[in-house]
């Protein structure tokens, strides 16, 4: 069964640096797809990006970006410029590619606090 | 944008009571998902659906039933609701399988108390 874990429960920083969330998943397929979502202070849960295992190069979306490490089962995310409505929690999460493997198992999330 | 309408957005029932949650997405989804999020476990899925009349069981599904009526409309039932139900209750969608097919949207939630 795939498994992801997130062990960082939360992290602050400075504006305007750079973080990274880490986050290392569990699969015994060798085709699957990995994504990350955040969650806002008021609840509201949106996609940011996503990885799939087969590509090498890392996915890049406005200030996020991926550092896919597929040897060590391991997909950070690298948020640059931080602002202080990048507060949030970020889930990571991944879906097998294998048939009726239809569903994202989530990680438990990290807070991440943006300070002045 | 896709759009996820859950309600009720608050509900406080007692145990043994019996609860339905309503989510409706009016994108013409495939896919449609219930997940509860408690401190300490992130988001786990409870019950899926590809389609109306479809029903697929999630990781925690103990103590739920779901509904796909249309394919717009998916209901969680809780007929014997107890306290460790208590949680904060989401409804997704996606269109399906592919790039960016299986983005999930998220409604805002429900925040079941179960006393």
């Known amino acids: 069964a795939q498994k992801v874990t997130q062990t960082q429960t939360s992290i602050s920083v400075v504006e305007k640096t750079t973080v990274t969330m880490d986050c290392v998943y569990e699969?015994?397929?060798?085709?699957?797809?990995l994504f990350w979502y955040k969650q806002t202070a008021s609840g509201e849960i949106v996609f940011l990006i996503r990885?799939?295992?087969?590509?090498?190069e890392n996915a890049t979306v406005g200030h996020y970006s991926l550092n896919f490490q597929k040897p060590k089962s391991s997909i950070g995310l690298i948020i640059t410029a931080t602002q202080i409505e990048d507060s949030a929690v970020y889930f990571c999460?991944?879906?097998?590619?294998?048939?009726?493997?239809?569903?994202?198992?989530f990680g438990k999330g990290t807070q991440l606090i943006i300070q002045p | 944008e896709a759009a996820v309408t859950q309600s009720p957005r608050n509900k406080v029932t007692v145990t043994g009571g019996n609860v339905t949650l309503s989510c409706r997405q009016t994108?013409?989804?495939?896919?449609m998902y219930w997940y509860r999020q408690d401190t300490g476990h992130g988001l786990r899925l409870i019950h899926y659906s590809y389609g109306a009349g479809n029903l697929q069981i999630g990781d925690v599904p103990d103590g739920y039933k779901a509904t796909r009526t249309t394919q717009e409309d998916f209901f969680l039932l809780l007929e014997l609701a107890s306290p460790s139900q208590t949680s904060l209750y989401f409804c997704?969608?996606?269109?399906?399988?592919?790039?960016?097919?299986?983005?999930?949207?998220f409604g805002s939630g429900t925040r079941l108390t179960v006393l």
């Open positions: 994108n013409s989804h495939n896919y």
């Open positions: 999460a991944m879906r097998e590619d294998t048939e009726g493997a239809d569903r994202l198992t």
């Open positions: 699969t015994r397929d060798s085709s699957y797809f």
């Open positions: 997704a969608s996606s269109e399906g399988r592919g790039a960016t097919a299986e983005t999930l949207y």
């Open positions: 990885q799939d295992s087969y590509k090498k």
